[in-house]
Structure formats: structure tokens, C-alpha cells
């Protein structure tokens, strides 16, 4: 067979977007995480607005 190695034909890395679909046997995992990850990225951006508001105020 040419072109392949060995006569076996596949045997050659997989394309990523195969092993990624592989990863997770439930859908839901991926939006669960989105969800953590937005809420998380939300948590600290009021965190990070708020904080300078409150220390000033303490500190002043």
C-alpha cells in the first residue's frame, strides 16, 4: 500500500476536534462549566469595582 505506514491505514494521529467530542460522555459539562466560568468572571469583576470603593472608605 503506498502511502501508508505499515499497510495500516488510520494509524496516524487523530484530528483534535475527534478527541475533544471523546472528552466528555454528557453534553450538559460544557455548559455547566460556561456557566462557572461567567459567573466566576462576574464575581470578580464586582469584586474588583467594589473593593477601591470600600477600602477607601474604611481607610479615610
Same mark, same amino acid.
Given at each position: 500500500?503506498?502511502?501508508?505506514?505499515?499497510?495500516?491505514?488510520?494509524?496516524?494521529?487523530?484530528?483534535?476536534?475527534? *478527541?475533544?467530542?471523546?472528552?466528555?460522555?454528557?453534553?450538559?459539562?460544557? *455548559?455547566?462549566?460556561?456557566?462557572?466560568?461567567?459567573?466566576?468572571?462576574?464575581?470578580?469583576?464586582?469584586?474588583?469595582?467594589?473593593?477601591?470603593?470600600?477600602?477607601?472608605?474604611?481607610?479615610?
Amino acid at each position: 500500500m503506498a502511502g501508508t505506514r505499515g499497510g495500516r491505514r488510520g494509524a496516524g494521529p487523530k484530528p483534535p476536534w475527534t *478527541v475533544c467530542q471523546r472528552m466528555s460522555d454528557y453534553p450538559d459539562d460544557c *455548559v455547566r462549566y460556561f456557566v462557572l466560568a461567567t459567573m466566576t468572571a462576574v464575581l470578580a469583576l464586582c469584586f474588583n469595582l467594589l473593593y477601591p470603593l470600600l477600602s477607601k472608605s474604611f481607610w479615610s
